[in-house]
């Protein structure tokens, strides 16, 4: 049993440092002196935190374009992301409609003048939700997906880092007393994560399943 567990180590996990890697650990690092000396408002709605948060999404978006490997997957990806960028402006409500003469204040759906449209915004968007997930399954995206995960080995550090901002951001709300800083700042490193994971299995010859085009 011990023995197997070894092998599946050496044959699945990757421990090494990539560059891309120490990227990731300096955004993480970051966030100790973001806690310690910025402002509340640089982590609110469309603040600065989330303005570089929309920024590496972008970033995200254009290397998953520009994948020259498993092309398929990685446009599949640029489709999901576009989910992300969309949540990340409430559907644009928070990005349209503030509240003028207020900070940090933005009007629901229901304050506005045509209550109807966020009920038309919701719609929409839940119906491509669907459609991506469609094409996930039409396209059998899960086939390449299994694949990359049977037969490259998975990046542990950078999965490390996605855990732990997964995970402190979800506790962010619950146990911080709403701080924007802490919240938005571990948010901030799930995606640099995700972008030192696209990096590494679209341009890292270590993580590709075929050679490039």
Not at 34 to 50: A, C, H, I
Not at 89 to 99: A, D, E, S, Y
Not at 115 to 123: D, E, I, M, N, T
Not at 169 to 183: D, K, L, Q, R, V
């Amino acid at each position: 049993m011990f023995k197997k567990c070894l092998e599946f180590i050496k044959n699945h996990i990757d421990f090494r440092f990539y560059r891309v890697t120490w990227f990731v650990l300096l955004t993480a690092l970051s966030i100790i002196p973001m806690l310690m000396y910025m402002p509340q408002k640089y982590g609110f709605e469309n603040g600065l935190l989330e303005n570089i948060q929309m920024t590496t999404l972008f970033v995200i978006f254009g290397l998953c374009l520009a994948a020259k490997t498993n092309v398929k997957f990685f446009r599949f990806c640029a489709l999901a992301l576009t989910l992300l960028i969309i949540r990340e402006v409430n559907c644009g409500r928070t990005l349209f409609f503030p509240i003028p003469g207020e900070y940090h204040k933005y009007y629901s759906w229901r304050d506005l003048p045509w209550p109807w449209l966020g009920k038309v915004v919701h719609g929409v968007y839940g119906t491509w939700i669907a459609v991506v997930g469609l094409i996930f399954l039409k396209k059998k995206i899960y086939v390449e997906l299994w694949n990359t995960l049977k037969n490259i080995k998975i990046p542990f550090w950078n999965i490390v880092f996605a855990a732990v901002a997964t995970f402190m951001g979800a506790i962010a709300e619950e146990f911080t007393n709403n701080n924007f800083i802490f919240e938005e700042g571990f948010e901030l490193l799930f995606y640099v994560s995700i972008l030192s994971l696209v990096w590494l299995y679209s341009r890292n010859k270590n993580f590709s399943l075929e050679k490039a085009e």
